[in-house]
């Protein structure tokens, strides 16, 4: 599955970047996923249930946001919205189009907890003689 893949660079990039933050906990990644890129939104938290346990990003949720296709006519400069089989400019029927959007495959935003935000300190800390 097509998905497993995506999700798995995901998870490794997420990983790599709460490490480097210095963050305790993953709650939330956001990812956005173009109309023409043929991933299947569902599949995606299919493959997260299945990848996510075990790493740093255990329990964090999977938000999929999606973005229809859009393009410019060649012809007659028209842009507009459209789905992953008709490209067709909907003015003069040509099928010169620039792809504006659709293809995007990008994370968006992870959010993180970091140390200094935990409630309670860490028993290490909270020692003293
Ligand atoms: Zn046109």
Redesign the pocket.
């Known amino acids: 599955m097509h998905e497993m893949g995506i999700v798995a660079e995901v998870l490794a990039a997420v990983t790599t970047a709460a490490e480097s933050a210095g963050a305790v906990r993953v709650n939330r990644v956001r990812l956005t996923v173009g109309e023409l890129t043929a991933v299947v939104p569902d599949s995606l938290q299919f493959a997260w249930e299945a990848l996510a346990p075990g790493t740093p990003v255990e329990g964090a949720v999977l938000e999929v946001v999606e973005t229809p296709a859009r393009s410019r ?1 060649v ?2 400069d ?1 842009e507009f919205e459209h789905d992953r089989f008709d490209r067709r ?1 909907p ?2 029927g ?1 099928y010169l189009c620039e792809v504006l959007a659709g293809n995007e495959l990008r994370i968006d935003d992870v959010d993180v907890d970091l140390p200094d935000q935990a409630p309670v300190p860490s028993p290490h800390e909270a020692t003293e003689d």
Do not use: E
Request: charged letters at 10%; aromatic letters at 0%.
């Open positions: 006519c012809d007659c028209l400019c003015a003069c040509s």
